[in-house]
């Protein structure tokens, strides 16, 4: 599959949605990705299945702050010049890259420096969505060593990393983050063709454009698009989809602690025929709650659309007065094993309640 | 010179008096020089004048909070692994090893590595005493760059630090610490043997024994001291050395703030015949005022000894009650340039006044 200029609307919109309220706006990923297409020519998306056993991978993207990408702007360079220094340091060419999260920005850096060097991006990504932390990605989960990894600023300061634990490599990737300006591209998780496709969440770059063009064909219709959603999703690895409620937010509380956005979001039925409904956030939208009965819970997917437009809406962009509609996505199988819930249950966020799937939540009546 | 294990309690002593309260207590990495000088017999101690021009050498010491290395205990070997890394890092291999700083347990990690390699140790340092920030350092000042760099926490991971910028340098490699237990061992300012001749404040190691010596020699003799300290300033580098003032400490406050130490002292002569000194601190003694009129101030050195015992005593162990005798001690030349006050006059610390040297002060009356 090839990749143009004319598919990153929809890719980008998609991203937004498989987010889940976080991983940036990639409104200036898209830009950079957009210059980067147009001066090299189509992306080839390789399916992984396609990939060869011994073929030697990486992922790269952007670690820190996402609203720091909006004041502090990548240059179209930036990702190619972090493959550049990680295969300087590693001391041999890399023949595929992938994404560490398809929600968001990151979903796009990796093709910023494919098609700059010639390569392919590998259709997937180590989330299905957007998560904060690196050992929440699939990858580290299905046991992949996070290093040698390589850090580079927007300056062109460089770092590498060599530690054998994700949470020591998660800390220090972070704290390097904060000492250059609150954002840097992470080229890690180096790998061979046949780990890659033990670990990956397949398929998730041309998932994310199936949903963005079904947003934008369904734009302004808050009723009709559920069922396109609907059917898009039963048909992928996430499998459900919810409407879980409709209504006007009422209340935004958000505070900025140990680098991340922590807050909770209350929406109102618009004829509040229905409690109101909660939703927690850490960065993204973590946990939906009608007088503390949970309807969804991360890793299950929680997306927020904007009820005229159908655009999904960033937790650092929902503000009081908006009218939204609010959806569960199942998450893949890949977050569903013992391995995977000791690091993205919604305990290890804070919450005192363990991980129901949403198929197995009761919807408000 | 040939340094043995029978030199470390007073070099360590020595190094104590010129970390002007600062520099972390060497207690830890004297035990650890200790066992690297039994098992890999004495360090060969080179005069800066000795070393070859095109020699290739490097700095090592441990950035972070000094108190950690009380508990999270370095080991024999971090030092000489720490130099491996580097060499690996770089590729070639490094002809001697010298000091951060004199002040503290940075005197003596550069020996530990150097008798466990066979390499040399260079006589001198790249403070003349202690002081807490990487910029601070005689190296950078004279325009050596700060890496490449290697870092070792004490699980054994390494990163790389590739930047031009001092202060983007010290930003990362503190930030690396933090996030890896509050304390790593660095291999940074790689240059040769002319930039270093041309930067080192040199002669320190062998200085240091010395005054570690007087101050055995003499202990318990707060008055006779006084005289063989002066007449053993005056001959060095550091050419001034005052009493500035005996009494009684009366009031310690300290908080951490930052990472760094931030306090004060006041002290009261015995017979109140002055008005109290009071000693401002972060990590080290920076300025010693009586009335706001300023004594001695950094990039001087502060001293103070327990009047007792003669033995200084680091600001993290001053307590109300202690009999103590302060002293101020010209700093070297190297601090008294207007590219070395842009970095380490009392302004850098947040002090509103600039430096006057401690010969142009008045004694108190």
Redesign the interface.
Known sequence: MRLGVHDLPDLSLGAVFLATGGGGDPYVARLVAEKALQEFGPAEIIDPDDLADDAYVVTLGGVGAPTVSLELLPSVTDAGRTLAAFEAHVGRKVDAVVSFEIGGGNSLLPIVAAVERGIPVVNGDGMGRALPEAQMMTYPICGVRPTPAVARDY?G???????S?IF?YE??I???A???GGMITACEHPMTGRELKASIVPRTISFSIEIGRILREYRGNAHSIIEPLGEAFARSIYGQFRHLYTGKVVDVQSRIIGGYDIGAATIEAFDRNLPPLRVDIKNEYLVARMDDRVLASVPDLITILDYETSTPINAERLRYGQRVSVFGVGCPEHYRSPQALAVVAPRCFGFDFDYVPLEDLALPS
């Open positions: 300056e300061n460089i770092a590498t990393f060599a530690t634990s020591t800390r220090q972070r704290s390097y904060q000492a250059s």
